[in-house]
């Protein structure tokens, strides 16, 4: 087996290889050739390039593609970490790397102290000339549908891997303001609730929310910085219609951005909110055991008073005088009672 069909066979028997096709002039081609042999045909042509998309490689799986676009170690390295890494793009020599979070919304049919909101992953591409390496990790962030919609729109692939790239951003951009709206709901969910007393909403919910919160800003908000890197004409001479693609998903982060600080604000006022409620419930009850506190001592002074067992005390020898300091206790406490309510006491 020579070296071609030796790379051919490894890339078809990776399970990680998710798809990998030719195209020229925006149209995907039908040959079932080695990568190599798909890669020179590609740098054949001024209008054509690889796209092969893989899904958490390891570094055996990844080796012939290494190999076949010369791409970096350092960038493979990275490529190939399942940890999560900041957005950013660097250049090495003819290839750009790029970082870009991915996120998704898990639906949930109530608000817990454990619910899962938000869930990441990751995408790490390789962009030369001729060819677009994605690479990603984590169940968000599928791009196969991205793939099959460039394939329906042959004049936007016919600009070439950068199109590639801004479809992939696009849809990551556009799950961020899919996220932002799902989350507004539940803090406005929350926000309704943290008013109701009987609603059980507790500060732990607040906090999970917020939670959730920071890590979908963790991911979206630093892919700013890189977007402003590829619009930077000294940085990266894109292509005048590409530019203008990736000014609109900057025109869509920008407003991602905004929304997860307003939320973030909400959320801090959420919590100082539910905090000052726990505050005056505690104020509260506080007030009710002293009032109790100052009727229970009021009964115990005239009881202790009379319990001292002195010889000469008023009305202490009265037939009627066992009954008549329980009226005193009694209606002292009722009156006592009464005006502790009457100011907001009890």
């Given at each position: ?45 001024p ?25 970096h ?67 968000a962030?599928?791009l ?54 009987s ?105 202790g ?42």
């Amino acid at each position: 087996m020579d070296v071609a069909a030796l790379e051919r066979y490894e890339l078809d028997t990776q399970p990680t290889v998710v798809d990998c096709a030719l195209y020229v002039s925006g149209v995907r081609q039908s040959e079932d050739l080695p990568l190599e042999e798909l890669y020179d045909r590609a740098r054949e042509l001024p209008d054509a390039f690889v796209w092969i998309g893989l899904h958490e490689p390891d570094a055996v799986g990844f080796a012939p593609v290494e190999k076949v676009f010369g791409l970096h170690p350092l960038a493979v390295e990275d490529a190939l970490k399942p940890v999560p890494q900041r957005p950013k793009v660097e250049r090495y020599e003819d290839v750009t790397f790029l970082v870009v979070r991915t996120a998704r919304y898990l639906p949930h049919g109530a608000l817990t102290e454990t619910s899962e909101v938000i869930d990441t992953g990751s995408v790490r591409l390789f962009l030369g000339t001729h060819f677009v390496v994605t690479v990603r990790h984590g169940e968000a962030g599928e791009l196969r549908s991205a793939r099959l919609d460039l394939e329906h729109n042959a004049t936007q692939l016919a600009l070439g891997p950068w199109a590639v790239v801004h479809a992939i951003l696009d849809r990551i951009v556009d799950g961020y303001l899919a996220i932002a709206t799902a989350i507004d709901n539940d803090v406005n969910a929350l926000e309704s609730a943290v008013f109701q007393r009987s609603s059980g909403t507790s500060m732990e919910h607040v906090y999970q929310l917020k939670r959730e919160l920071m890590e979908f800003r963790t991911a979206a908000v630093p892919l700013q910085r890189p977007l402003l890197l590829l619009l930077d004409k000294q940085t990266f001479a894109l292509p005048k219609e590409i530019r203008r693609y990736f000014r609109d998903v900057n025109d869509h982060q920008t407003r991602v951005i905004e929304q997860i600080v307003n939320h973030d604000d909400i959320l801090n006022s959420i919590l100082q909110a539910r905090l000052a409620q726990v505050t005056i419930d505690q104020n509260n009850d506080m007030r009710k055991i002293a009032s109790w506190a100052a009727i229970a001592a009021l009964q115990t002074a005239i009881a202790g008073v009379y319990g001292m067992n002195f010889e000469h005390m008023p009305e202490l020898h009265w037939r009627y005088g066992y009954a008549g300091v329980w009226v005193v206790m009694l209606a002292s406490g009722f009156a006592l009672h009464r005006a502790l309510r009457r100011n907001g006491w009890l």
